[in-house]
């Protein structure tokens, strides 16, 4: 299986500021046929299911605020919020769609310094 | 509207099995990669099993062989039975669409329902 591995496990930015969290994949999940890399962020607050927020490493979901953005290729990856919200305080997930079982990074949790 | 309501969710001693199903409303469920993806209280998102379009299934290594996850097109429904079910089996299910793209496979989930509570306990 391939492991998820997010650092860091919890992080405090303040208010407008750049919040940054990496995903590693124990193997590459990119696609040689399409160059593209097989991971999804997601982002729980308390009480809801995740949203989707970046799919293929670094392409947004429809809605997503512009402030989210994703990069990486291969193994690694980041999460970049550009300029904190204090909606943006939640739990944010990684997960690859490379193999089955299509595994989840253990969650980041983003809290307001 | 485009929505999935699970049920079948409550307290089942160990040893037990139960029936969790996720009605699908807005959209076919023969037609889309569906998903069922787990959290036990205050932890992460564990992926359970995946039914794809034209029927072929996965689970993750802690269910293989005590979940079957299946659908009835006719009732436009997913199901996941589970069996043989221990306290490491508590957690909220929850029932999801895969979205995909033409040519380009699985993006993520674009669509989950609330949830059902599943408590395994004597």
């Known amino acids: 299986d391939i492991v998820m591995t997010q650092s860091p496990d919890s992080l405090a930015v303040s208010l407008g500021e750049r919040a940054t969290i990496f995903c590693n994949s124990s193997?590459?999940?990119?696609?040689?046929?399409?160059?593209?890399?097989?991971l999804t962020w997601y982002q729980q607050k308390p009480g809801q299911p995740p949203k989707m927020l970046i799919y293929?490493?670094?392409t947004r979901e429809s809605g997503v605020p512009d402030r989210f953005g994703g990069s990486g290729s291969g193994t690694d990856f980041t999460l970049t919020i550009s300029s904190l919200q204090a909606e943006d305080v939640a739990i944010y997930y990684c997960?690859?769609?490379?193999?089955?079982?299509?595994?989840f990074g253990q969650g980041t949790k983003l809290e307001i310094k | 509207e485009v929505q999935l309501v699970e049920t079948g969710g409550g307290l089942i001693q160990p040893g037990g099995s139960l029936r969790l199903s996720c009605a699908v409303s807005?959209?076919?469920?023969?037609?889309?990669?569906m998903t069922w993806v787990r959290q036990a209280p205050g932890k992460g998102l564990e992926w359970v099993s995946v039914?794809?379009?034209?029927?072929?299934?996965y689970y993750g290594h802690s269910v293989k062989g005590r979940f079957t996850i299946s659908r009835d097109n006719s009732k436009n429904t997913l199901h996941l039975q589970l069996t043989s079910l221990t306290a490491e089996d508590t957690a909220i299910y929850y029932c999801?669409?895969?979205?995909?793209?033409?040519?380009?496979?699985?993006?993520?989930?674009?669509?989950w329902g609330q949830g059902t509570l599943v408590t395994v306990s004597s």
């Open positions: 039914i794809f379009a034209g029927g072929t299934t």
């Open positions: 999801a669409r895969e979205g995909t793209a033409p040519d380009a496979g699985f993006r993520g989930v674009d669509l």
């Open positions: 997960q690859q769609y490379y193999n089955a079982p299509y595994t």
């Open positions: 293929w490493a670094s």
């Open positions: 193997q590459s999940v990119l696609y040689s046929s399409n160059k593209k890399s097989y």
């Open positions: 807005g959209f076919s469920v023969s037609n889309h990669y």
